[in-house]
């Protein structure tokens, strides 16, 4: 099975108000991204955990945050919502081991802001 | 990204007809991936790759580290190929993937 889960699909959120985004992987993959996918744009890394180690882009440090509680979740959490936040966010997973580091993503939740 | 260039931005395709994608890198790359965007915006894996070619069905990709680029054939272009498709390149393992800006492919009856 190499599925990524994520949840919800779709998600509305009201400016100034927290977004709380989820996903999972069943693979025992060691590492989990969180990618943002803007039309016309190529998906941009937000972060991504390495095991626990949580690795955050610079330009987006301030932004995202996220945890990972075990192996298999990883959430991306937005304190307070901007209209810039509205985007397709993207999970994705990989084994991250040796030169086979395939990443699989998810079906994404697409975050709309007003 | 800067590190990844695909071409074309787009690209017309009658059926049964073939093309090829190309990604250029401006750095080293130490793999690459493939994916094929669907109409609901998620990321389809079509091949990962740290040299060489690989070939699925009517798809093939080659990754010539090198000389920093790889390659999608579309070979018998079917209505279902359409989509964007998009390179992404790792520099090195532990990092995550940066993606090119997509070409956009319309396959046409």
């Known amino acids: 099975d190499t599925t990524v889960k994520q949840n919800p699909r779709y998600k509305l959120a009201r400016v100034g108000k927290p977004v709380n985004l989820i996903c999972s992987q069943t693979?025992?993959?060691?590492?989990m991204y969180w990618y943002q996918k803007k039309p016309n744009q190529a998906p941009k890394l937000l972060l991504f955990?390495?095991?626990?180690?949580?690795?955050r882009e610079a330009d987006t440090f301030e932004k995202f945050q996220s945890s990972r509680p075990n192996n298999s979740f990883c959430s991306l959490y937005i304190g307070s919502a901007g209209l810039e936040y509205s985007a397709m966010y993207l999970c994705?997973?990989?084994?991250?081991?040796?030169?086979?580091?395939?990443?699989?993503f998810g079906a994404g939740t697409r975050l709309s802001v007003l | 990204g800067d590190q990844v260039e695909q071409s074309p931005s787009a690209l017309s395709l009658h059926e049964g007809t073939g093309s090829a994608l190309r990604c250029n890198f401006t750095?080293?790359?130490?793999?690459v991936q493939w994916f094929q965007q669907n109409s609901r915006g998620s990321l389809i894996n079509l091949f990962y790759?740290?040299?060489g070619t690989k070939e699925n069905g009517r798809l093939k990709s080659t990754f010539n580290s090198k000389e920093s680029y790889s390659t999608l054939h579309i070979r018998d272009a079917q209505l279902e190929d359409s989509g964007t498709y998009f390179c992404?390149?790792?520099?090195?393992?532990?990092?995550?993937?940066?993606f090119g800006l997509g070409t956009r492919v319309s396959v046409f009856p």
């Open positions: 992404a390149a790792a520099y090195n393992y532990a990092q995550g993937l940066t």
């Open positions: 790759l740290a040299s």
């Open positions: 750095t080293t790359m130490r793999a």
């Open positions: 955990y390495y095991d626990k180690i949580l690795n």
């Open positions: 994705a997973s990989s084994r991250a081991r040796g030169s086979q580091n395939t990443l699989y």
């Open positions: 693979m025992n993959h060691d590492t």
